[in-house]
């Protein structure tokens, strides 16, 4: 069996690692010129952990990044709603792995160039259209200039190329543009003082005003790290066109955000010194599509955020892609037939990550964030006040069943994946 692999994303690079540990030859096409480890921070929770430590990465995401030990939920004014335990910290078989976007998407290519060999990823190549019969499926590729590249067959095409994918217009050409929910996201990271525990996670405020601040990865001084921060305001309505293309390496001026960072209260550090201390700043709208009624069609199928792309919140966009390449490969290896295991692939996973979809509408697990501040506008003395913690767990571990990230999923079929 062959796979046509189309993005080298995240999720196109581990699906590429685990058909290779299937024993089914593939080949990625990316339409950039060149893979650059563009991004900022990307949270990767114990279920995703679980399958890249199977591909034999763990060590290396260790050494890379930072084992997040605990997440405080606070109000927008900083006061303490929840303190969760995060990781191995909370009896997960697996550490929740914070780092840097584009550092893990260098050490998957690494990974692919040494396990598939240096022709597993071509780039310049962009998809220009496929079509495929009961003998495979064929796919052309283009230049910039429009200029065909090559060509390509395979048993499968997989399309992981992202939010604005063309697999995915060939597929439902008629779907149009993400939808944007009127929010506009800045991040960026810079060296800072360690806070906390030095792997605290802050996530202050509800889906129209948030800030994020985590760690991912040593400091280049003695107490600091390489410390990410987002923030999160609605400066649109939902439905309204995005203000421009969701693209991440869109950059900002941290200068101008003074007026975003007043909206929040920090208690364990100074979060506005840390954005007014970060050279690099990027800005993009937070959009996401509609689910679909179905990803495969034939011997074509879709993955990450190609099928499934999630507002940005329970650090679940790279995490899910993750899940989709292990369910994927799973079902070729063990369907003889190519196209029953696509549907078999979709069957497993396009109920769930549709459901994700729909819960990151609502806030996903930091909707317990703006129950709180629904509840209590101006802050409060003492959380119980407010709201049992009760409904806050539920909230929260209501939302990791569905995404497939509670201790009891994770830690069900464990045993010793680290090999």
Same mark, same amino acid.
């Given at each position: ?9 995240? @999720? ?19 339409? %950039?010129?060149?893979? #650059?480890?563009?991004? /900022? ?10 399958? $890249?430590?199977?591909?034999?990465? $763990? ?10 030990? *605990? ?8 006061? *303490? ?25 260098? $050490? ?29 499926? #064929? ?43 009127? /929010? ?35 400091? @280049? ?6 410390? +990410? ?12 066109? =995005? ?29 506005? %010194? ?25 011997? /074509? ?12 919140? @329970?650090? +679940? ?11 994927? !490969? ?7 037939? =190519? ?12 109920? !769930? ?51 497939? !990230? !509670? ?13």
């Amino acid at each position: 069996m062959r796979a046509i692999v189309v993005g080298a994303g995240i @999720g196109g690079l581990v699906t590429a690692l685990r058909l290779h540990r299937e024993g089914i030859d593939c080949e990625i096409h990316e339409q %950039g010129e060149r893979i #650059r480890e563009l991004g /900022v921070g990307v949270n990767v929770l114990p279920n995703a952990v679980k399958e $890249l430590a199977g591909l034999g990465l $763990l060590d290396r995401l260790e050494e890379m990044g930072v084992q997040t030990h *605990e997440l405080i939920y606070t109000h927008r004014l900083g006061h *303490e709603i929840m303190r969760r335990r995060c990781g191995r910290n909370a009896g997960f078989g697996y550490p929740q792995i914070s780092l840097h976007r584009g550092r893990l998407q260098g $050490l998957l290519l690494r990974a692919v160039y040494e396990r598939l060999g240096p022709e597993a990823v071509r780039t310049g190549h962009r998809l220009v259209g496929f079509e495929q019969d009961a003998k495979g499926v #064929r796919a052309e590729f283009a230049d910039r200039r429009g200029e065909t590249m090559a060509r390509a067959q395979g048993d499968v095409l997989v399309g992981a190329d992202g939010i604005h994918s063309t697999v995915r217009s060939l597929l439902f050409p008629g779907e149009g543009p993400p939808l944007w929910n009127g /929010v506009m996201m800045w991040r960026g990271a810079t060296d800072w003082p360690e806070f906390g525990t030095g792997r605290s996670m802050i996530i202050a405020g509800g889906t129209r005003a948030k800030l994020v601040i985590y760690p991912i990865a040593a400091g @280049g001084r003695p107490g600091t790290k390489l410390t +990410n921060w987002a923030i999160c305001e609605q400066t649109g309505r939902p439905g309204d066109p =995005p203000p421009q293309r969701q693209d991440w390496s869109r950059h900002a001026d941290p200068a101008g955000l003074d007026r975003h960072t007043g909206r929040f209260r920090t208690a364990l550090l100074d979060h506005a %010194g840390l954005v007014r201390a970060t050279g690099d700043c990027f800005e993009f709208p937070m959009c996401d599509r509609d689910p679909l009624p179905y990803w495969t069609r034939g011997r /074509v199928t879709l993955l990450g955020d190609a099928a499934h792309p999630m507002y940005p919140m @329970g650090s +679940n966009g790279a995490g899910q892609a993750i899940l989709d390449a292990t369910s994927l !490969s799973g079902h070729l290896a063990g369907h003889a037939d =190519p196209a029953g295991a696509l549907e078999a692939y979709q069957h497993d996973r396009l109920p !769930s990550t549709s459901e994700v979809v729909l819960r990151n509408r609502e806030g996903g697990p930091e909707n317990a964030i703006d129950e709180v501040e629904r509840r209590a506008p101006d802050g409060f003395a003492r959380i119980e006040d407010v709201i049992d913690t009760a409904t806050l767990e539920a909230i929260v571990n209501g939302y990791a069943r569905v995404a497939g !990230s !509670s201790r009891e999923q994770v830690n069900r079929d464990a045993g010793d994946r680290t090999g």
